[in-house]
């Protein structure tokens, strides 16, 4: 039985199918077990239009519809600091179209930032499977310095930097956080 | 008109029907839009069991049910420091029951508070219409020294801090934060 279980786990690490957004949530369970940090994904927003309670206890919630989101996905704390950012697939093999990011995900994203806290982006580029670090601060230069609607793969090689597969924790941007803002080395 | 909203305005203020999540939500818009402070309330976690598509654009959640939070409903950064609090109204006028609070939840206030960020509970006692901040680590202390199940009004006159009603920001819990952690005096 245990066996069974462990080669599940390997094949589910092994399969290049998961989301970036399971790899995350792994990746979150991992540095909160291990008192690392406390990053968590927030809930879906959803406007709720009708519920049923079929008892006293159970809700049933019969309609909704999605919002907008006005913040990023992921939020949390490492270290002291508080930590913000938003994680997103893309199936190009050359370039992330910005239409991923709402406005306001850039416009709270800049807030974060101007108040002390650490922003950025974990992009996927799922075709050649590489996913990269991208600082709020290159984002923002990227924007002033360009009209492109898409940010080219080589901006995220020159500017960004790759997150390494592993197995445990599978998307460690905790270790890009601790050379870019903690005094480690890259 | 616009003598009518003001008066709305006013009655609505003066309405203590106001929920503490309305005045919440008001406070930290306020904060936000006067570049005070970041913070959110973070959506009701929900697990989706059926969708809708009727038209490419829109969906329609036809089945739903309420999840039990795995943290606060309140987090953000002020003055570069990582913000998370649970808000909570009582009926009761002379203690605040502890089964409001979800044991990981009490967990998660505890991880932030060691990670450096600042945790607290917001509670409002309705019936006498007082609004109270307690701090995570008074809250701890409560808890290790007493097995009662609730809180005594008693205590939280004298180890928390009435958040004095406002116009706005309603519920001026930065104000706490600036005597308690940023050197201000009350």
């Known amino acids: 039985m245990i066996k069974t279980l462990g080669a599940k786990k390997f094949n589910s690490y092994a399969n290049r199918g998961m989301t970036l957004e399971a790899d995350l949530s792994a990746t979150n369970e991992f540095y909160l077990v291990n008192d690392i940090a406390v990053i968590y994904k927030k809930p879906t927003p959803i406007t709720i239009s009708k519920v049923n309670y079929?008892?006293?206890?159970?809700?049933?919630?019969?309609?909704?519809?999605?919002?907008?989101?006005?913040?990023?996905?992921?939020?949390?704390?490492?270290?002291?600091?508080?930590?913000?950012?938003?994680?997103?697939e893309t199936k190009s093999s050359t370039s992330f179209?910005?239409?991923?990011?709402?406005?306001?995900?850039?416009?709270?994203?800049?807030?974060?930032?101007?108040?002390?806290?650490?922003?950025?982006?974990?992009?996927?580029?799922?075709?050649?499977?590489k996913t990269f670090f991208l600082s709020y601060?290159?984002?923002?230069?990227?924007?002033?310095?360009?009209?492109?609607?898409?940010?080219?793969?080589?901006?995220f090689m020159d500017k960004g930097y790759i997150i390494k597969d592993r197995y445990n924790p599978r998307v460690d941007y905790i270790s890009i956080l601790d050379k870019l803002y903690f005094g480690g080395s890259l």
């Open 97 to 129: 179209p910005l239409n991923n990011i709402h406005a306001h995900q850039i416009e709270h994203l800049k807030r974060i930032c101007n108040h002390g806290g650490i922003g950025f982006l974990i992009v996927r580029f799922t075709t050649i499977n």
């Open 54 to 88: 079929p008892s006293r206890v159970e809700a049933v919630i019969k309609e909704g519809y999605f919002r907008t989101p006005s913040t990023t996905d992921y939020n949390g704390i490492y270290k002291g600091k508080y930590i913000d950012f938003e994680a997103k």
């Open 137 to 155: 601060e290159v984002l923002e230069d990227f924007m002033n310095s360009s009209d492109r609607k898409s940010i080219p793969l080589s901006y």
